[in-house]
């Protein structure tokens, strides 16, 4: 395998639904931005691409991205769908890499949507609930907010976490999305406004949930060589991992913890693993992509995250999986400050200041705040890890508070059902 | 040739919603032929007001849902019956959920926790509510009479 790039990227605006643009129309403007860009860059250029989206049911239309390959101008070259639930995106990602790391493509576009405003909420969820098995989860329960209420009220008895906790990372997200103009839902939160919002399943509110979206986002990925071509800022792509669960999670085991790196068995004497508490396939994906990208302490060799935050719950059940504590200690991680942005007012106190390195997670407001069309998502959180790492977050967003100062090494993460499909994307500046 | 054909004009419309861009409402309806396969037994068994899992013959992994291949080794299982009393391993009440389940909202989920299998069950909890419903409390199941071969034709309820 050799070294990829990524050149460039661009995303378009997340709303609830664009009724003026079909997913053509929405890829094809995220793809002028990335283009408009990166000026060295023309369509000759690329190769092929590997087009992202979730559903079917949502577009009411098979074979959705070959539309979109002719509509951008990119027929007849090579181009395939990937599709993998919430992750989606981030497989499409690795999949555009493994393009251009195998060889088979110099320059390969990975470009993503997602048009969720068709259907009414209630019937988005239920084709979102499809993604569970319909023989024995979607006839009983048919609501993946119902699910990760469940796995939350287990996180809750085994570790402690409260839904103050939880709520911090929804006022985190929601005022980091305050500085990002292609954010669907921004706004100056309080726990006490997450709290007080409707109830969805307990104790899951409508804050602490991401919403239903439409949009797209692309990203192109490139050789060294042909990153050297095209000029421009590249970042490099230092690692991927992926990793995989039980669909049903009911079938999930109770085993032992997979170890990253700086842990030791001694950690989790007590630990059953993964349970319904914890994401087995995301530590997988975290595991491989470090093990590629030689990082040995997450929590010290990366400077920032971009993770799936679909609920705050599952925020807080990531930085379990990626080892930036340790399994049970994602509540008193939010508590510590340490996934905030050192530079913006949240109206919070943190505790335990020194215990854990800031590391800032979604600074650009994740999927709570971004919004979540689920084929763009892991290719937005791409996208904006890039413009971190080339220092371009002003240029992009029009307001430098979300720029952190130097970073080096980006995390961006993809997630799937109830933690079925994960992938782990390690970005480094060059 | 007929030069004068016309198609024929119905009474049917379009629901339009909006014009720029135009916006109509389409109607999208299907029914499918769907086949529980293997998993037949299980269902068949509500029918009979048992619960069936699968016990591995190869590594003795017993799943409480069912599963004709064992996830742990991949050899073949056989079907157990499970107990009919468990514990709730975890809840949650919703209070919203997909067009097909709104109407019966607000339903409590449960995973079920059964001695001696080492996975979990789906079902819904009737007879409990807010504070009453805890994890580790103990419930048993409940069948329907008129089965519908679904999986909600077992419950569970607090014993
Ligand atoms: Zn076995």
Redesign the interface.
Known sequence: MRPVYMVTGGITKFAKSH??KDFRLMVKEALDYAMGDLPGISLDEIDGSVCSYFSDHFT?QLMAGAMVQDYVGLSPKPSRRVEGGGATGGLCFQSAWESVASGRMEVCLAMGFETMGRV?T??G?????LASDT???F?????Y???Y??????HM?EFGTTVEQMAKVAVKNHINAVHNRYAQRPGRITIEDVRSS?????P?TLLDICQMSEGAAVCILASEKAAQRLGGTPVLVKGVGSGTD?M???????GKVLLLPHEKEEDYVDVKYPG?HSFRGGRMAAKLAYAMAGINDPGQDLDFIELHDAYTSSEIQTYEDLGLCRYGEGGSYVDSGAPFMPNIEYGLTFSDTSRWRKLPVNPSGGLLACGHPVGATGLMQAVFAFWQLQGSVQKHLGDSTLQLSAPKRGLIHSHAGTGTYITVSILEKV | MNKDIKLPETDAGTILFNVNPIIQKFHYEIDYIHTYAQDTPFFAGLAKQKLLGSRCKGCGYTFATPRSHCMECGSPTEWVELPQRGIVHTFTTCHFGGEAFLKETPFTLILVEFEGVQTLFLSRLLGAEGDEIKIGMPVRARFLRNCKFKPTDVYFVPV
């Open positions: 009724p003026d009411r009414n209630w019937k969820n239920e084709f979102i609930a023989n024995f989860d006839p009983v329960g048919g609501f907010t119902g699910y209420a469940m796995m939350l009220n287990r008895y409707q109830m969805v399943a307990t899951l039980a049903r999670m009911a079938d999930r085991p109770h319904v």
